[in-house]
């Protein structure tokens, strides 16, 4: 993992996808990617993450151009704890993903590939998402494994598999996913201690190490 920041600005792979946020990769950087069950949020919480959203921009303008730039750093983080709080807070979402049965297929999903397409370096499945750190590996003509291309091997084994133990059919995931660049080491400390500690803010558990959905490489801290 040395390699992570050896890379310069020329070396960096961007783009654009129409849904969502904006995706960033980088050769030899982790991604940080959070997906969820296909569900509806209720109108009314929706109206509310508008209203935040909208008042976060409202405040920029009363800013210096410094506080500015450092606050819009911030910004792709602080819409997604705003929305990772909506998750826990509705009633309508299905809670399903720790179980016992299914916990296990999404597990493997994860793991199968590892050291193949990606090194994986942690993740935690959550009730009704998940959240997985990867930093992508290189291919033989040079370019890094696609990881829109990982993820939706990751969903549709997944979907698959556990819509055979529930005994139902169509979609299970949600189109859209939320993925994240990481930096520097720094910020792979910040990201790795969000995953564990999910759970644990989610009041789930006491301890990380209890939720046995959580999981984290050997020797990554």
Same mark, same amino acid.
């Given at each position: 993992?040395?390699?992570?920041?050896?890379?310069?600005?020329?070396?960096?792979?961007?783009?654009?996808?129409?849904?969502?946020?904006?995706?960033?990769?980088?050769?030899?950087?982790?991604?940080?990617?959070?997906?969820?069950?296909?569900?509806?949020?209720?109108? &009314?919480?929706?109206?509310?993450?508008? !209203?935040?959203?909208? /008042? $976060? %921009?409202?405040? +920029?303008?009363? @800013? =210096?151009? *410094?506080?500015?730039? &450092?606050?819009?750093?911030?910004?792709? !983080?602080?819409?997604? /704890? $705003? %929305?990772?709080? +909506?998750?826990? @807070? =509705?009633? *309508?979402?299905?809670?399903?993903?720790?179980?016992?049965?299914?916990?296990?297929?999404?597990?493997?999903?994860?793991?199968?590939?590892?050291?193949?397409?990606?090194?994986?370096?942690?993740?935690?499945?959550?009730?009704?998402?998940?959240?997985?750190?990867?930093?992508?590996?290189?291919?033989?003509?040079?370019?890094?494994?696609?990881?829109?291309?990982?993820?939706?091997?990751?969903?549709?084994?997944?979907?698959?598999?556990?819509?055979?133990?529930?005994?139902?059919?169509?979609?299970?995931?949600?189109?859209?996913?939320?993925?994240?660049?990481?930096?520097?080491?720094?910020?792979?400390?910040?990201?790795?201690?969000?995953?564990?500690?999910?759970?644990?803010?989610?009041?789930?558990?006491?301890?990380?190490?209890?939720?046995?959905?959580?999981?984290?490489?050997?020797?990554?801290?």
């Amino acid at each position: 993992m040395n390699t992570y920041n050896r890379l310069s600005k020329e070396n960096m792979k961007t783009r654009f996808q129409s849904r969502n946020l904006p995706h960033l990769f980088d050769r030899y950087k982790p991604v940080f990617i959070t997906y969820r069950l296909k569900f509806s949020l209720p109108h &009314q919480m929706m109206v509310d993450y508008q !209203k935040q959203i909208k /008042d $976060w %921009y409202a405040e +920029l303008e009363d @800013l =210096s151009e *410094d506080e500015r730039k &450092q606050k819009l750093k911030n910004k792709d !983080k602080r819409f997604f /704890d $705003w %929305y990772d709080q +909506l998750l826990g @807070l =509705s009633s *309508d979402i299905l809670y399903i993903l720790h179980k016992d049965g299914i916990r296990e297929i999404i597990q493997e999903s994860f793991h199968h590939f590892d050291g193949v397409r990606y090194t994986l370096l942690g993740y935690c499945i959550m009730p009704n998402h998940v959240h997985v750190l990867i930093s992508p590996l290189v291919q033989e003509d040079g370019n890094i494994f696609s990881t829109s291309h990982i993820v939706y091997t990751w969903k549709r084994y997944t979907a698959n598999a556990i819509n055979k133990v529930l005994g139902k059919r169509g979609n299970l995931w949600q189109k859209e996913c939320y993925d994240s660049l990481v930096k520097d080491k720094a910020g792979l400390g910040r990201v790795l201690e969000y995953i564990v500690n999910n759970p644990v803010k989610a009041n789930l558990v006491k301890d990380w190490r209890d939720w046995k959905g959580t999981y984290m490489r050997d020797g990554i801290m």
